[in-house]
């Protein structure tokens, strides 16, 4: 295309449908059924949009196997396009499926940008080269709109892509509007959002996806689903719709704290795949359901009514005076319009604060084995950091719709906020300091921080620093005890052979492998102008588990043994938060590698009954594609 003097857009607006097809046929969501969505155009540095759509961040592949055809890729710049916002939403045009998946799946990758303070990558391949293990980076995640011909959806970890299914509805279901009518997962918001978002959380943290309890699948799943549930919330017009046929009560089950709706009708649930709603007696959920649920979704479902619920509990602190300004009770018919609209305004701003809160968080999770109360404990520690006063009390809500459900970070005796803290370092470690500057003389590692705004430059750089922090931990000045008592691991195979035998040593050297698998910096800003910069730096190690604790006792005794041969891979490591305005670090989020009870609990897990829990984290079924939308047979 010859260059212009015409100025850049700041956006590209793509059409789409607000939930699925079928909303768009029903005549409660009828009005609401489209919706446009705003994506930032790419800046000078960036690639361009090509046909695929082809991007910094994915790329499009439209061929169908089951049906032998590769569709034509669409050109979101061809003028007839651009001119109208993108195609129209449509059933029966693979472009428009292809422009869908795009828009969603970048929306989601700018909402986690947005909350985080820094550009997304994805997880790295993992690549043998003359028998050593490398990783390297991959570009651009792959979507298949028309991947499969069956009811389901995946994220592949080993492909890098998204893999989107379709099939047939069910000919008897009366809950489907179009019975024996195709049903398209690539036309679902939420089964896009869903996917995306554990590509996403693939990219932060690697090591969530292997079955290390029965929280770490089921966390995945979770967190996939508060994501596309909260982004329901970005469609304000489906959000009034529903506020002004609901009196503006969020409580009650409707579109919005439903997901996957057709999907779930057209498989023969009469109703949406999930719903963020969960049962009540006497207004109180089942404190002891999360402890009969064994299944990755539904103990994730867990999670997501309590962060529904305390969602819902702070948009009713935030529309309380509303509600009474307009002298309403509770037994009113309609709202009048102009309530509607306020009430649109704090449902949106809410859903969007708490979808930041519970993102943020990520980065206040220890890289392996996470547990659902970490993850409490991460959400008010990040929240705290960002927004020191909470006049309104969102984290307490949190902190109650956590409890309501019996979610509890172990060894916590008070649900204070601030007895939920993860802890500040002492001794010689909260002395540290990093040279947070290429000047700064003072300070026990030099980093390059310097900001980049080309992604892959950034991702040089993170690369870059990685090595560095490696280095100095190898080399760590004397105080290798502290730091190892420090960060659960331990840096020099003397140590590792005393303590643990069992270690998976380095392939070169005697030194055990300690993994700095991300240096990641953030620039987050608070409601009062605060400027919050960190650099967050996770190290793992790994040693052999063995099913037979008998026998790792012996091992361990031996002393450092180099065969490989344990039952399945025990990690440990930390999370270090490092504050980039002083240099200082402030939390450690840690998992011992020595810590002999989680190694029993990790055993315990993977052993449970032939034909239970373990063969269905451990069977091929799952394996292949941890990721499913849903579990076959399950
Ligand atoms: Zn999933």
């Not at 489907?176 to 943290?205: Q, R, Y």
């Not at 590692?445 to 922090?469: F, G, M």
């Amino acid at each position: 295309m010859a260059k212009s003097d015409y100025p850049t857009p700041a956006m590209r607006k793509l059409r789409v449908y607000a939930f699925d097809p079928q909303a768009a046929t029903l005549m409660e969501t009828a009005q609401i059924s489209h919706a446009t969505i705003e994506i930032p155009w790419e800046a000078r540095w960036e690639a361009p949009v090509t046909p695929g759509p082809t991007n910094e961040y994915l790329e499009v592949i439209d061929i169908d196997p089951a049906s032998g055809q590769f569709y034509e890729p669409l050109d979101l710049n061809h003028p007839h396009v651009l001119a109208q916002d993108g195609l129209p939403p449509s059933e029966g045009d693979p472009r428009f499926h292809q422009q869908m998946v795009f828009a969603v799946a970048m929306k989601t990758i700018k909402v986690f940008e947005r909350a985080l303070g820094r550009r997304i990558f994805w997880a790295d391949r993992k690549m043998t080269v003359n028998g050593r293990t490398t990783y390297k980076r991959v570009e651009k995640l792959r979507i298949y709109p028309h991947a499969l011909r069956e009811a389901n959806a995946y994220y592949s970890p080993e492909k890098k892509a998204l893999l989107f299914g379709y099939f047939k509805a069910s000919l008897t279901d009366p809950g489907v509007n179009l019975p024996g009518g195709w049903v398209f997962t690539a036309l679902s918001h939420d089964i896009i959002a869903h996917e995306t978002t554990h590509a996403i959380l693939d990219g932060l943290h690697r090591r969530y996806r292997e079955p290390t309890s029965i929280d770490s699948l089921a966390f995945h799943e979770a967190f996939a689903d508060i994501v596309a549930l909260l982004m329901h919330f970005t469609l304000p017009e489906a959000v009034a719709s529903q506020l002004s046929s609901r009196r503006g009560d969020l409580s009650e089950r409707t579109w919005l704290s439903g997901l996957a709706r057709q999907f779930g009708e057209a498989t023969g649930r009469y109703a949406a795949l999930r719903e963020a709603i969960d049962d009540k007696k006497d207004g109180q959920p089942d404190p002891t359901r999360l402890s009969k649920l064994n299944e990755p979704h539904e103990r994730g479902a867990v999670l997501v009514a309590a962060v529904f619920d305390a969602f819902v509990t702070i948009y009713q602190q935030r529309t309380g005076d509303l509600f009474r300004l307009a002298g309403l009770d509770g037994t009113h018919k309609a709202l009048p319009n102009e309530l509607v609209v306020r009430l649109t305004h704090e449902a949106v701003k809410t859903a969007d604060h708490v979808l930041r809160m519970c993102i943020r968080a990520l980065d206040y999770l220890p890289p392996v084995d996470v547990r659902f109360g970490e993850f409490l404990r991460a959400i008010i520690t990040a929240d705290t950091d960002l927004v020191p006063n909470d006049p309104l009390n969102y984290r307490l809500a949190m902190i109650q719709s956590f409890r309501r459900r019996g979610i509890l970070p172990d060894k916590t005796l008070s649900l204070a906020p601030d007895s939920l803290l993860w802890q500040t370092p002492t001794g010689k470690l909260a002395a540290l300091r990093l040279a947070v500057a290429s000047t700064d003389r003072v300070g026990n590692v030099r980093l390059d921080l310097t900001p980049q705004y080309r992604r892959a430059k950034s991702y040089e750089q993170a690369e870059d620093n990685r090595l560095r922090i490696w280095q100095w931990l190898m080399e760590c000045k004397g105080e290798r005890s502290e730091w190892e008592q420090a960060l659960g691991v331990f840096l020099v195979s003397e140590s590792a052979a005393h303590v643990l035998g069992t270690l998976r040593p380095n392939r070169v050297g005697d030194a055990p492998a300690v993994e700095v698998h991300a240096v990641r910096s953030s620039r987050r800003s608070g409601p009062d102008g605060q400027d919050l910069r960190q650099l967050i730096v996770e190290v793992t190690q790994k040693r052999e588990g063995y099913f037979d604790a008998q026998y790792q006792g012996q091992r361990n005794a031996d002393g450092l043994e180099r065969k490989e041969d344990g039952d399945f891979i025990f990690r440990g490591g930390a999370t270090l938060i490092i504050d980039l305005r002083d240099g200082a670090l402030r939390y450690v989020i840690r998992k011992r590698i020595d810590d002999e009870g989680r190694l029993e609990e990790h055993r315990r897990f993977l052993q449970v009954g032939s034909s239970g829990l373990a063969m269905t984290y451990r069977g091929a079924r799952v394996d292949d594609n941890p990721f499913a939308m849903t579990h076959r047979g399950v």
